[in-house]
């Protein structure tokens, strides 16, 4: 037995030593990743109250918990209309969307493949505008598959990890650009058939990885496995594969890479009919017009959208890559941003709109300080500075719903600047550009246009 003294001074010794280990363990770390965790961790609770891993370096990093999962439309349907909004949302299910028959000819389906690998939702977005163009040529009819919380912030598969596309999109708008289905009518339909697979730029170890993991265990919807896929070349056209497949019953699109980045950016009047048709689901223009009427006091407002990407590749998120210095990296970006805060407050001041709304991820905060050195904090908005009715919360909580809900916001304002490279920006810039809305570009506002394509 140790004498009282005795165990005061093992746990003094062991306390002493468990500081040093733990600062040894930070001083380690790379600049990097120390930088990740501050404005990932501290001011990413203090803006947002967003819940965030401790380990924030880990490969899985940053993990928003997910509120609904597949299926399950957030509950607005008790929001008082007297209190917080003259539109009272009354969600409906999707087992009861109601779509147009099709008595006249037999139903001809094209069910989007929309990788969930590579690229976040905003990405999802822009397959589905490659697939509705598909099935506005071809004349079938889109059968609507969800979309897949896969951005920065979290990856994998599983159930709680899908949203809907009701609870994404305006399914009465969308019936009216053309006819859909549902996923139980395309099981019906051609889960006991062979679904031709069509695939631009085809990846075969994603595609089944999403066959395996999303279509068959959380849909139910059987697909053939990828050496059964018919590749095309990207000088396809899509009349002409029409054709070639007319007689078929169940097609499936599947694209991905660099066919996403040409073809699908065609600027023809199906392109504007298709921004028109592809409008946010209701509850979504309601929460987004709640804000937007409310951030500058009912006043004119600039949204910036900036996505710098230090915490995404070649450096994702703290890990050190072998060609390129995090660190010199994070520097450089941070060069990049003072240029670009320059040209965004001139043009708020040139402008003479009231508020700047900043949409950015939790590891990208840092802009607000750079803006703020230039016009006062008061004046800057993000997120996290927004009075939320409780209503509203569950909106804020879902990254994914937030996206959508500062989107929305996005496309109210006066001005808007879009990122660089940013499918989240070019979503937001077709639906302006089809209402004849101002939109800049913020490499080409701040002369940035040379500058590579990871860094803003």
């Given at each position: 037995?140790?004498?009282?003294?005795?165990?005061?001074?093992?746990?003094?010794?062991?306390?002493?030593?468990?500081?040093?280990?733990?600062?040894?363990?930070?001083?380690?770390?790379?600049?990097?990743?120390?930088?990740?965790?501050?404005?990932?961790?501290?001011?990413?609770?203090?803006?947002?109250?967003?819940?965030?891993e401790?380990?924030?370096?880990?490969?899985?990093?940053?993990?928003?918990?997910?509120?609904?999962?597949?299926?399950?439309?957030?509950?607005?349907?008790?929001?008082?209309?007297?209190?917080?909004?003259?539109?009272?949302?009354?969600?409906?299910?999707?087992?009861?969307?109601?779509?147009?028959?099709?008595?006249?000819?037999p139903?001809?389906?094209?069910?989007?493949?929309?990788?969930?690998?590579?690229?976040?939702?905003?990405?999802?977005?822009?397959?589905?505008?490659?697939?509705?163009?598909?099935?506005?040529?071809t004349?079938?009819?889109?059968?609507?598959?969800?979309?897949?919380?896969?951005?920065?912030?979290?990856?994998?598969?599983?159930?709680?990890?899908?949203?809907?596309?009701?609870?994404?999109?305006?399914?009465?708008?969308?019936?009216?650009?053309?006819?859909?289905?549902?996923?139980?009518?395309?099981?019906?339909?051609?889960?006991?058939?062979?679904?031709?697979?069509l695939?631009?730029?085809?990846?075969?170890?994603?595609?089944?990885?999403?066959?395996?993991?999303?279509?068959?265990p959380?849909?139910?919807?059987?697909?053939?496995?990828?050496?059964?896929?018919?590749?095309?070349?990207?000088?396809?056209?899509?009349?002409?594969?029409?054709?070639?497949?007319?007689?078929?019953?169940?097609?499936?699109?599947?694209?991905?890479?660099?066919?996403?980045?040409?073809?699908?950016?065609?600027?023809?009047?199906?392109?504007?009919?298709?921004?028109?048709?592809?409008?946010?689901?209701?509850?979504?223009?309601?929460?987004?017009?709640?804000?937007?009427?409310?951030?500058?006091?009912?006043?004119?407002?600039?949204?910036?959208?900036?996505?710098?990407?230090?915490?995404?590749?070649?450096?994702?998120?703290?890990?050190?890559n072998?060609?390129?210095?995090?660190?010199?990296?994070l520097?450089?970006?941070?060069?990049?941003a003072?240029?670009?805060?320059?040209?965004?407050?001139?043009?708020?001041?040139?402008?003479?709109?009231?508020?700047?709304?900043?949409?950015?991820?939790?590891?990208?905060?840092?802009?607000?300080?750079?803006?703020?050195?230039?016009?006062?904090?008061?004046?800057?908005?993000?997120?996290?500075?927004?009075?939320?009715?409780d209503?509203?919360?569950?909106?804020?909580?879902?990254?994914?719903?937030?996206?959508?809900?500062?989107?929305?916001?996005?496309?109210?304002?006066?001005?808007?600047?879009?990122?660089?490279?940013?499918?989240?920006?070019?979503?937001?810039?077709?639906?302006?550009?089809?209402?004849?809305?101002?939109?800049?570009?913020?490499?080409?506002?701040a002369?940035?246009?040379?500058?590579?394509?990871?860094?803003?």
């Open positions: 037995m140790l004498p009282q003294h005795g165990y005061q001074r093992l746990f003094l010794w062991s306390t002493c030593f468990c500081l040093i280990a733990m600062v040894i363990f930070y001083a380690n770390k790379s600049s990097w990743i120390q930088e990740s965790e501050k404005y990932g961790t501290e001011r990413g609770k203090k803006k947002t109250g967003t819940p965030i401790d380990d924030f370096w880990k490969t899985t990093s940053i993990r928003y918990e997910p509120t609904r999962s597949y299926n399950q439309v957030l509950e607005l349907g008790d929001i008082n209309a007297n209190s917080v909004t003259d539109s009272k949302v009354s969600p409906t299910s999707f087992s009861e969307v109601g779509f147009r028959g099709n008595n006249d000819t139903t001809r389906y094209l069910l989007p493949v929309k990788s969930a690998i590579s690229g976040g939702a905003s990405f999802q977005y822009k397959r589905l505008k490659v697939a509705v163009r598909f099935a506005l040529l004349n079938r009819t889109l059968v609507l598959t969800p979309f897949v919380l896969d951005g920065g912030h979290v990856r994998g598969f599983s159930e709680d990890r899908v949203r809907s596309f009701e609870s994404t999109f305006d399914v009465k708008k969308a019936e009216a650009l053309l006819p859909l289905a549902t996923i139980n009518q395309y099981i019906h339909e051609c889960n006991d058939k062979r679904s031709t697979v695939a631009w730029n085809f990846y075969g170890e994603r595609y089944e990885t999403v066959r395996e993991k999303l279509f068959q959380i849909l139910g919807i059987n697909l053939p496995e990828a050496d059964q896929v018919h590749p095309l070349p990207n000088n396809n056209d899509f009349d002409e594969v029409g054709a070639e497949t007319e007689n078929e019953t169940c097609v499936a699109l599947s694209v991905d890479g660099h066919f996403i980045a040409t073809k699908p950016l065609i600027d023809d009047d199906i392109a504007k009919t298709i921004n028109k048709g592809l409008t946010p689901a209701e509850e979504i223009r309601i929460v987004g017009k709640y804000f937007s009427d409310r951030i500058c006091q009912g006043e004119s407002y600039l949204a910036y959208h900036w996505r710098n990407m230090s915490a995404e590749m070649p450096c994702f998120f703290g890990r050190e072998k060609e390129v210095s995090c660190a010199d990296r520097k450089e970006i941070r060069k990049l003072e240029i670009a805060s320059d040209s965004v407050v001139d043009l708020v001041m040139k402008e003479n709109v009231k508020c700047l709304y900043v949409a950015c991820p939790l590891w990208s905060l840092e802009i607000v300080d750079i803006l703020s050195k230039r016009m006062p904090r008061k004046d800057i908005i993000i997120s996290g500075d927004l009075d939320v009715p209503e509203y919360k569950p909106y804020f909580e879902d990254y994914y719903f937030l996206a959508l809900v500062e989107q929305e916001i996005a496309f109210h304002a006066a001005i808007f600047i879009s990122a660089g490279k940013s499918n989240w920006s070019d979503f937001v810039k077709g639906r302006r550009e089809s209402e004849g809305k101002v939109t800049y570009n913020i490499r080409e506002l002369g940035l246009t040379n500058v590579s394509y990871n860094m803003v």
